[in-house]
C-alpha cells in the first residue's frame, strides 16, 4: 500500500514496467517452447513435455497477474482523484458559504436594524446540500482508505475531521444566527447525518 496519489502513480508506472518486460519475453517463451517441441518430436523424446507446459502456463499467470495489478492499481488512483475531486467541491462550497454568512454578519452588525430572515434562508436551504457532500466525502474516503498505508490513511482522515468540523462550525454559527433573530426561520441542524 502507498502514501500519496503521487506514490500511487509512480507505483501504476513501475507495473506498466514490469508488465512491459514481462511482454518483452512472450516471444522468447514462445521460440523457446517451439524449439523444444520440435527437438523432442525429432529426438521422440517427451519427457520436458510437462515441464515445458509448466514454464508456459508459469508464464501465462504472471502476465495476468501483472494486467490486474495494473488495473488495481488504476482503480485505487481513479478512488483518490475522486477523492480529491470531491474534496475540493466541498472545500470550494463551504467557502462560499462561510464568506456568505460573513457578509450577512457583517452588515448585521453594521446595521442592528437589518432583518437577516431572507439571508438565512438561503443558508438553512443549502445545509442538505453540504451534507450530502460530507457524507459523499466519507464514502469516497472508505474506497481510497483500502489502497492507502496507514500514515496515508491517518492523514486522510484527519484531513476530513478538520473539514467535518468546520463545517460543523458553520452549522453552529448559521444556529447562532437564527437564534439571535428571536423568532423561528426554519429548522437548523447543528451537525451532519
Not at 34 to 54: A, G, H, P, V
Not at 64 to 90: A, G, P
Amino acid at each position: 500500500m502507498t502514501h500519496t496519489l503521487d506514490d500511487k502513480r509512480k507505483q501504476l508506472e513501475e507495473y506498466h514496467e514490469i508488465h512491459n518486460d514481462i511482454e518483452a519475453h512472450e516471444k522468447l517463451v514462445s521460440m523457446v517452447f517451439e524449439k523444444t517441441s520440435k527437438l523432442m518430436t525429432q529426438t521422440n523424446d517427451f519427457s520436458l513435455s510437462s515441464y515445458l507446459t509448466s514454464i508456459q502456463s508459469l508464464f501465462e499467470t504472471i502476465k495476468l497477474k501483472s494486467s490486474k495489478l495494473i488495473q488495481i492499481q488504476s482503480e485505487c488512483i481513479q478512488d483518490q482523484e475522486d477523492y480529491e475531486e470531491r474534496l475540493v467541491h466541498f472545500t470550494d462550497f463551504l467557502t462560499q458559504q462561510a464568506h456568505y454568512l460573513r457578509e450577512i454578519l457583517s452588515v448585521k452588525s453594521q446595521d442592528p436594524g437589518f432583518d437577516v430572515r431572507e439571508s438565512l434562508t438561503v443558508l438553512i436551504q443549502r445545509i442538505d446540500e453540504g451534507n450530502a457532500l460530507i457524507m459523499d466525502l466519507e464514502d469516497t474516503l472508505a474506497d481510497v482508505s483500502a489502497s492507502t498505508s496507514e500514515d496515508g490513511r491517518e492523514t486522510l482522515e484527519v484531513e476530513l475531521k478538520q473539514i467535518s468540523q468546520m463545517w460543523t462550525k458553520h452549522l453552529k454559527q448559521i444556529q447562532d444566527l437564527k437564534g439571535s433573530m428571536g423568532h423561528s426561520a426554519g429548522a437548523v441542524s447543528v451537525g451532519y447525518i
